[in-house]
């Protein structure tokens, strides 16, 4: 029988969502996501974004001054209990796998974690074994 690890979302993503402003814009995400393999710059709905092996990880939302973010979907909802100032959804992707992200009330510190959740969730096997297997 195998026991289901209970997931939350780090402590220290909740907390920096709660502190002073860092995060501005999508340079911020990029200079991030960028020290992830693979990821390459692109666009989606017409706007900027992040992308690894052709599929998006994060985007600028279109009409909202905000991230859209890839997210597993219990994530997302501990990150919007714990932090509803920061992290939100809108009706369009209640049920998809992406979180919405406020420019402005985030921490730059809390991005990392967000950033590589979101890698994690569309990276190749590959990609992720030899990033896991860095020194």
Known sequence: MTTRR?????????????????????????????????????????????????????????????????????DREILMQSAPDAFFITDHYRDYPWILVRFGVVEKRALPDLIERAWRLVASKTLVKKYDSKP
């Open 6 to 74: 209970k997931r939350r979302a780090p402590a220290r993503i909740a907390r920096a969502a709660a502190e002073t402003t860092a995060v501005t814009n999508l340079d911020d995400v990029r200079e991030i996501a960028r020290a992830l393999p693979g990821v390459v710059d692109g666009t989606s709905y017409g706007t900027p974004a992040l992308k690894v092996g052709g599929k998006l990880i994060a985007r600028m939302h279109q009409d909202i001054d905000c991230l859209v973010l890839r997210a597993d979907l219990l």
